[in-house]
Protein backbone atom coordinates (compact mmCIF):
# COMPACT_ATOMS: atom_id res chain seq x y z
CA UNK A 1 0.00 0.00 0.00
CA UNK A 2 0.98 3.46 -0.49
CA UNK A 3 0.11 7.09 -0.67
CA UNK A 4 1.94 9.76 -2.82
CA UNK A 5 1.16 13.06 -2.61
CA UNK A 6 2.81 16.29 -4.95
CA UNK A 7 3.69 19.67 -3.18
CA UNK A 8 4.02 21.49 -6.82
CA UNK A 9 5.54 24.42 -4.89
CA UNK A 10 8.81 22.93 -3.96
CA UNK A 11 8.63 19.76 -6.36
CA UNK A 12 8.77 17.11 -3.43
CA UNK A 13 6.95 14.34 -3.12
CA UNK A 14 6.35 12.38 -0.17
CA UNK A 15 5.70 8.84 -0.04
CA UNK A 16 4.56 6.48 2.25
CA UNK A 17 5.15 2.81 2.16
CA UNK A 18 4.52 -0.33 4.15
CA UNK A 19 7.54 -2.37 2.90
CA UNK A 20 8.85 -5.95 4.04
CA UNK A 21 12.31 -5.66 2.10
CA UNK A 22 15.28 -3.24 1.72
CA UNK A 23 15.41 -1.12 -1.71
CA UNK A 24 18.84 -0.30 -3.35
CA UNK A 25 19.10 2.93 -1.54
CA UNK A 26 18.68 1.40 1.82
CA UNK A 27 15.88 3.59 2.41
CA UNK A 28 13.23 0.65 3.56
CA UNK A 29 13.85 -1.52 7.19
CA UNK A 30 11.90 -4.36 6.94
CA UNK A 31 8.59 -5.08 7.81
CA UNK A 32 8.19 -1.17 8.71
CA UNK A 33 6.36 2.14 7.18
CA UNK A 34 8.42 4.84 6.37
CA UNK A 35 7.69 8.21 4.90
CA UNK A 36 11.01 9.50 3.21
CA UNK A 37 11.23 12.43 0.89
CA UNK A 38 12.02 12.50 -2.90
CA UNK A 39 12.70 14.47 -5.54
CA UNK A 40 9.43 14.23 -8.23
CA UNK A 41 12.04 12.26 -10.26
CA UNK A 42 13.66 9.85 -8.15
CA UNK A 43 10.00 9.25 -6.86
CA UNK A 44 9.11 7.73 -10.53
CA UNK A 45 12.67 6.38 -11.03
CA UNK A 46 11.56 4.07 -7.94
CA UNK A 47 8.49 3.32 -9.10
CA UNK A 48 9.64 2.51 -12.27
CA UNK A 49 12.13 -0.11 -10.77
CA UNK A 50 9.82 -1.79 -8.19
CA UNK A 51 6.96 -2.01 -11.45
CA UNK A 52 4.58 0.67 -8.99
CA UNK A 53 2.06 1.61 -11.06
CA UNK A 54 -0.57 4.53 -10.09
CA UNK A 55 -4.44 3.76 -10.67
CA UNK A 56 -5.58 7.05 -10.09
CA UNK A 57 -4.15 11.04 -11.19
CA UNK A 58 -2.12 12.78 -9.51
CA UNK A 59 -4.43 16.30 -8.43
CA UNK A 60 -3.80 19.60 -10.15
CA UNK A 61 -6.67 21.10 -8.84
CA UNK A 62 -8.54 22.26 -5.35
CA UNK A 63 -12.12 21.75 -6.80
CA UNK A 64 -13.61 18.46 -5.23
CA UNK A 65 -15.81 17.70 -8.20
CA UNK A 66 -12.81 17.25 -10.85
CA UNK A 67 -11.01 15.41 -8.26
CA UNK A 68 -13.87 12.71 -8.18
CA UNK A 69 -14.71 13.11 -11.45
CA UNK A 70 -10.89 13.15 -13.12
CA UNK A 71 -10.02 9.95 -10.91
CA UNK A 72 -7.36 11.85 -8.91
CA UNK A 73 -5.99 10.59 -6.22
CA UNK A 74 -8.03 12.22 -2.91
CA UNK A 75 -6.66 11.51 0.73
CA UNK A 76 -10.64 10.34 2.63
CA UNK A 77 -10.78 12.71 5.77
CA UNK A 78 -14.19 12.76 5.27
CA UNK A 79 -15.58 11.60 8.36
CA UNK A 80 -13.86 14.39 10.18
CA UNK A 81 -15.85 17.06 8.23
CA UNK A 82 -18.68 15.39 9.56
CA UNK A 83 -18.36 15.68 13.35
CA UNK A 84 -18.29 19.75 12.37
CA UNK A 85 -20.00 20.40 9.06
CA UNK A 86 -23.30 18.93 10.74
CA UNK A 87 -23.51 21.47 13.44
CA UNK A 88 -24.21 25.06 13.43
CA UNK A 89 -21.75 27.49 12.61
CA UNK A 90 -19.45 29.67 12.18
CA UNK A 91 -16.08 27.63 12.02
CA UNK A 92 -13.05 29.26 11.30
CA UNK A 93 -10.33 27.40 10.65
CA UNK A 94 -6.46 28.23 10.08
CA UNK A 95 -3.69 26.14 8.76
CA UNK A 96 -0.34 27.48 6.91
CA UNK A 97 -0.49 27.23 3.24
CA UNK A 98 -0.64 24.26 0.93
CA UNK A 99 -2.53 22.33 3.67
CA UNK A 100 -5.99 22.10 1.72
CA UNK A 101 -8.10 24.73 3.04
CA UNK A 102 -9.08 25.64 -0.41
CA UNK A 103 -9.95 21.95 -1.49
CA UNK A 104 -11.55 21.60 2.11
CA UNK A 105 -13.91 24.50 1.11
CA UNK A 106 -14.71 23.22 -2.22
CA UNK A 107 -15.55 19.92 -0.94
CA UNK A 108 -17.67 21.74 1.47
CA UNK A 109 -19.34 23.42 -1.01
CA UNK A 110 -20.01 20.11 -3.16
CA UNK A 111 -21.58 18.67 0.11
CA UNK A 112 -23.73 21.25 1.26
CA UNK A 113 -25.07 21.81 -2.54
CA UNK A 114 -25.66 18.83 -3.48
CA UNK A 115 -25.14 16.03 -0.95
CA UNK A 116 -23.21 13.00 -1.24
CA UNK A 117 -23.77 12.91 -4.91
CA UNK A 118 -20.02 12.86 -5.38
CA UNK A 119 -19.10 11.23 -2.18
CA UNK A 120 -20.14 7.51 -2.87
CA UNK A 121 -17.95 5.31 -1.66
CA UNK A 122 -16.29 7.80 1.06
CA UNK A 123 -16.43 7.79 4.73
CA UNK A 124 -19.09 10.47 5.04
CA UNK A 125 -21.18 9.04 2.65
CA UNK A 126 -23.82 6.95 4.94
CA UNK A 127 -22.89 9.33 7.96
CA UNK A 128 -23.98 12.52 6.54
CA UNK A 129 -27.97 12.79 6.89
CA UNK A 130 -28.11 16.86 6.58
CA UNK A 131 -30.16 18.35 3.55
CA UNK A 132 -28.84 20.70 1.08
CA UNK A 133 -28.17 24.29 1.24
CA UNK A 134 -28.04 27.58 -0.48
CA UNK A 135 -24.36 28.13 -0.78
CA UNK A 136 -22.31 31.34 -0.90
CA UNK A 137 -19.13 30.51 -2.20
CA UNK A 138 -16.15 33.75 -2.06
CA UNK A 139 -12.92 33.69 -2.97
CA UNK A 140 -10.83 36.50 -1.37
CA UNK A 141 -8.00 35.68 -3.45
CA UNK A 142 -10.27 37.47 -6.37
CA UNK A 143 -9.44 41.13 -4.70
CA UNK A 144 -5.56 41.36 -4.32
CA UNK A 145 -5.79 43.21 -7.61
CA UNK A 146 -8.32 45.53 -7.49
CA UNK A 147 -8.23 47.84 -10.87
CA UNK A 148 -7.38 51.58 -10.56
CA UNK A 149 -10.92 52.35 -11.87
CA UNK A 150 -12.61 50.68 -9.39
CA UNK A 151 -12.20 50.04 -5.44
CA UNK A 152 -12.62 46.83 -3.06
CA UNK A 153 -15.67 47.92 -1.62
CA UNK A 154 -17.21 48.07 -5.49
CA UNK A 155 -15.74 44.65 -6.15
CA UNK A 156 -16.46 42.88 -3.19
CA UNK A 157 -20.45 44.13 -3.30
CA UNK A 158 -20.21 42.85 -7.16
CA UNK A 159 -19.03 39.04 -6.39
CA UNK A 160 -21.03 38.81 -3.30
CA UNK A 161 -24.26 40.23 -5.92
CA UNK A 162 -22.84 37.20 -8.54
CA UNK A 163 -22.56 34.56 -5.58
CA UNK A 164 -25.84 35.45 -4.51
CA UNK A 165 -27.02 34.68 -7.75
CA UNK A 166 -25.01 31.55 -8.87
CA UNK A 167 -26.59 30.03 -5.00
CA UNK A 168 -30.60 31.08 -6.10
CA UNK A 169 -30.84 34.11 -4.39
CA UNK A 170 -32.24 37.27 -5.77
CA UNK A 171 -29.90 39.97 -4.56
CA UNK A 172 -31.97 43.13 -2.77
CA UNK A 173 -32.93 46.26 -5.02
CA UNK A 174 -32.75 48.48 -2.34
CA UNK A 175 -29.67 50.89 -2.51
CA UNK A 176 -27.24 49.68 -0.61
CA UNK A 177 -23.47 51.07 0.39
CA UNK A 178 -21.96 48.03 1.41
CA UNK A 179 -21.38 44.49 1.32
CA UNK A 180 -22.48 43.14 4.72
CA UNK A 181 -25.75 45.29 3.90
CA UNK A 182 -26.19 43.45 0.47
CA UNK A 183 -25.97 40.58 2.32
CA UNK A 184 -28.55 41.24 5.05
CA UNK A 185 -31.09 42.68 3.02
CA UNK A 186 -30.60 39.74 0.16
CA UNK A 187 -31.10 36.84 3.16
CA UNK A 188 -33.69 38.45 5.04
CA UNK A 189 -36.51 36.18 3.80
CA UNK A 190 -34.08 33.30 3.94
CA UNK A 191 -34.39 30.44 6.25
CA UNK A 192 -31.56 31.40 8.45
CA UNK A 193 -31.22 27.39 8.12
CA UNK A 194 -30.87 27.17 4.34
CA UNK A 195 -28.13 29.49 3.64
CA UNK A 196 -24.17 28.39 3.99
CA UNK A 197 -21.83 31.06 3.60
CA UNK A 198 -18.09 30.30 3.13
CA UNK A 199 -15.10 32.52 2.63
CA UNK A 200 -11.68 31.58 1.50
CA UNK A 201 -8.36 33.23 1.90
CA UNK A 202 -9.93 35.78 3.96
CA UNK A 203 -7.05 37.31 4.77
CA UNK A 204 -5.74 38.23 1.13
CA UNK A 205 -7.27 41.59 0.68
CA UNK A 206 -5.70 42.67 3.62
CA UNK A 207 -2.34 41.04 3.20
CA UNK A 208 -1.71 42.18 -0.38
CA UNK A 209 -2.19 46.41 1.24
CA UNK A 210 0.20 46.03 3.74
CA UNK A 211 2.43 48.43 3.10
CA UNK A 212 -1.01 51.15 2.44
CA UNK A 213 -2.19 52.17 5.87
CA UNK A 214 -4.71 53.85 4.58
CA UNK A 215 -6.11 51.43 2.03
CA UNK A 216 -5.55 48.76 4.70
CA UNK A 217 -8.18 50.26 7.27
CA UNK A 218 -10.26 51.18 4.67
CA UNK A 219 -10.89 47.55 3.69
CA UNK A 220 -10.08 46.02 7.58
CA UNK A 221 -13.24 48.31 8.62
CA UNK A 222 -15.42 46.38 5.50
CA UNK A 223 -14.26 43.23 6.10
CA UNK A 224 -14.78 43.49 9.89
CA UNK A 225 -18.53 44.41 9.59
CA UNK A 226 -19.26 41.57 7.36
Keep these: DYLLSLKKSTNLAFLLLNVSYEDELGAFNHKSSVLKCYTVGEIFLLMRESKMEFTKQLPDTTDFGELIDNNCIYVDKTAI ?52 YKVLHLDFSIFKEVPSNSSFNKEFMDSLKFSLERAGIKPTNEKVDFPAKLLEKSIENEDERSVVLLVDEYDAPLTAVLNDSNEFEDRRKILFNF
Design 81 to 132: INQFASKKGPFFISRPRRFGKSTLINTLHELFTHGTEKFKGLEIEPLWKDKT
